[in-house]
């Protein structure tokens, strides 16, 4: 089986928002929040140190511009932004790196979470794709 983050294997290239030259934005198939998104590279490393300095910019550079996107397209009233490395520390993809940058609003916490291990998500994926991919495009044109 392949990676669902590489690009030549069995990533769905339908959650992709946005591609850098070595990072690129993904939305959470299986989100904590709505706008839940993941910053992966485009190099299939699993560990920090594996990153060569340019990609380590440009995820950082990813972040900030999904910070951007996500605060115009939600008005969220905060963030968790954060990774997992290894399977024991939590990361369904453990081989492949990346960061998550989950939107947070004030009393989002719930009981069906910690109840019955069920999230609600109070928007349609394919809404908020189409919302946040046109602000990625607006920005990265700003940016030229």
């Given at each position: 089986m392949g990676c669902i983050f590489c690009k030549d294997s069995l990533r769905?290239?339908?959650?992709?928002?946005?591609?850098?030259?070595?990072?690129?934005?993904?939305?959470?198939?299986?989100?904590?929040?709505?706008?839940?998104?993941?910053?992966?590279?485009?190099?299939?490393?699993a560990e920090l140190n594996f990153l060569t300095l340019e990609e380590k910019?440009?995820?950082?550079?990813?972040?900030?511009?999904?910070?951007?996107?996500?605060?115009?397209?939600?008005?969220?009233?905060?963030?968790?932004?954060?990774?997992?490395?290894?399977?024991?520390?939590?990361?369904?993809?453990?081989?492949?790196?990346?960061?998550?940058?989950?939107?947070?609003?004030?009393?989002?916490?719930?009981?069906?979470?910690?109840?019955?291990?069920?999230?609600?998500?109070?928007?349609?994926?394919?809404?908020?794709?189409?919302?946040?991919?046109?602000?990625?495009?607006?920005?990265?044109?700003?940016?030229?």
């Amino acid at each position: 089986m392949g990676c669902i983050f590489c690009k030549d294997s069995l990533r769905n290239e339908e959650f992709v928002l946005y591609e850098g030259q070595r990072a690129f934005v993904m939305m959470n198939r299986y989100p904590y929040s709505c706008g839940h998104l993941m910053i992966i590279p485009v190099r299939h490393v699993a560990e920090l140190n594996f990153l060569t300095l340019e990609e380590k910019q440009e995820l950082f550079e990813l972040i900030d511009m999904s910070l951007l996107v996500l605060r115009e397209a939600m008005s969220p009233d905060g963030f968790n932004i954060g990774m997992n490395i290894g399977r024991v520390a939590g990361a369904g993809v453990d081989d492949h790196l990346h960061f998550h940058v989950v939107p947070r609003w004030n009393g989002d916490i719930n009981f069906m979470t910690v109840l019955s291990e069920t999230r609600v998500i109070s928007e349609d994926l394919k809404e908020t794709r189409d919302k946040i991919t046109l602000l990625f495009k607006k920005l990265s044109r700003t940016e030229d």
